[in-house]
């Protein structure tokens, strides 16, 4: 099973190529760049931190992929072989990231206008039935939820498709799209699988933000977690840097064994 094997070939690789865990390291610490105002009391520094993280995320990320290919196809990964895939699709990723964002939040934003014409029907219907007003606003949510995820899913692949297979912008789009429509089944599972596990290695972040709430820690969890901001700092980097290497070699490594399958795409006239 494809899913599978791609799961067990980034094991492999990570674990014959632990130089991936530098990338990895990087992008560990640059998620925590937004925790940085809480420690030095400085927000302007910290948002200026946080544009820059945006701005190079592109380069390492160009570079992780480029690395993580030739450590699956079993040549040994290195620092060099990094750096040059990050400078060869660094403008590309810059762009498709961008594109990325748009896409998403347009898609956020038309079906919550939608959403909100139908929840104005469902406040209208209210005084004859609080239950199926009810239920009209939780489906339209649901909805919206669904919709955003489907576009995320259909392309979600455009990064390794620019640098696995040096596409352009649009046609890495176009790529992921295809490959998405032809896979639907497989992908969807991957999707899934992938994002679940991958949060485990999160959770010491996701309780950092509960933790930063205006409502504080006790407020939101029922006990007193009794941990210091600058303990959970390093452990949210540590599992952080382990969990996006393994991951995105995984992601790599489904790529890469999804596209040998599947036709290639004719490139854009």
Known sequence: MIIVSAFNDGFTALRANPILLVA???????????????????????????????IVFPFVIGGFLGTARV??????????????????????????????????????????????????????????????????GIISLLIWLVSILVVMMFVQFYDTAIVIE???????????????????RSVAGFSLAWVALMN???????LLQLMLTDAG?????????????????????????????YFHTVYTAYYMRLIAASPAAPEPT
Do not use: C
């Not at 925590?32 to 105002?37: A, E, N, R």
């Not at 939608?114 to 004859?128: N, R, S, W, Y």
């Not at 820690?217 to 599992?239: E, F, K, R, T």
């Open 200 to 206: 485990v290695f999160f959770i010491p972040e996701y």
């Open 24 to 54: 990895g390291l990087l992008v560990g610490a640059g998620s925590q760049l937004q925790y940085v105002d809480h420690l030095i009391e400085q927000p302007l520094l910290s948002a200026g931190v946080s544009l820059a993280w945006l």
């Open 71 to 136: 450590a699956i196809d079993g040549t040994d990964a290195s620092l060099t072989h990094f750096f040059t895939a990050a400078r060869t699709h660094y403008l590309r990723l810059l762009l498709a990231s961008m594109l990325f964002v748009l896409l998403v939040f347009g898609t956020a934003i038309g079906l919550g206008v939608i959403g909100f014409v139908l929840g104005i029907g469902a406040m209208a219907i209210a005084p004859i039935n609080e239950m199926a007003a009810f239920v009209a």
């Open 217 to 245: 820690p006790d407020d939101v969890l029922p006990i007193d977690l009794g941990i210091p901001l600058v303990v959970l700092l390093p452990i949210g980097i540590v599992l952080t840097t382990v969990g996006f290497t």
């Open 166 to 184: 040096n596409k352009s912008v649009t046609a890495a789009f176009q790529r992921s799209i295809r490959l998405v429509r032809s896979n639907l």
